[in-house]
């Protein structure tokens, strides 16, 4: 297991318990969050973790799958806000801290017409 997946263990703990002091531990002071799908950028641990402290509604996490190798992790997780779940694709780099994230959160949508017979929806 690498140091940083162990980091990423502990931040999305953190942030499941909204242990915001914790959360801050596990990303360096100069950290960089990016959300491709609205083209935002935050700079700086300490703007980062006030967007996620100030994240509206009773949310809740679960991590799904884990992939690392040193250096980078991947995470996919399963979010819920009330009544509404999302899935979100996490992009880590760092070493002991996290020094970036790059998240994705794609909408879900239905399917083309066609392949029906290829296909077992779940």
Do not use: C
């Not at 996620?52 to 996919?76: H, S």
């Not at 994230?101 to 029906?116: L, M, N, Q, S």
């Amino acid at each position: 297991m690498t140091d940083l997946r162990k980091t990423v263990e502990r931040f999305w703990a953190a942030a499941q318990d909204r242990d915001w002091d914790a959360f801050a531990e596990t990303v360096t002071e100069d950290v960089v969050y990016t959300l491709p799908q609205t083209r935002e950028r935050i700079s700086g641990r300490e703007r980062y973790v006030r967007f996620n402290r100030e994240y509206p509604g009773d949310w809740r996490l679960r991590v799904e799958r884990i992939v690392a190798e040193p250096g980078q992790v991947v995470t996919w997780i399963h979010f819920t806000v009330g009544l509404e779940e999302m899935y979100g694709i996490s992009f880590f780099t760092g070493t002991d801290r996290i020094e970036s994230i790059t998240d994705f959160w794609p909408e879900p949508y239905e399917p083309p017409a066609g392949r029906e017979h290829l296909v077992e929806r779940y």
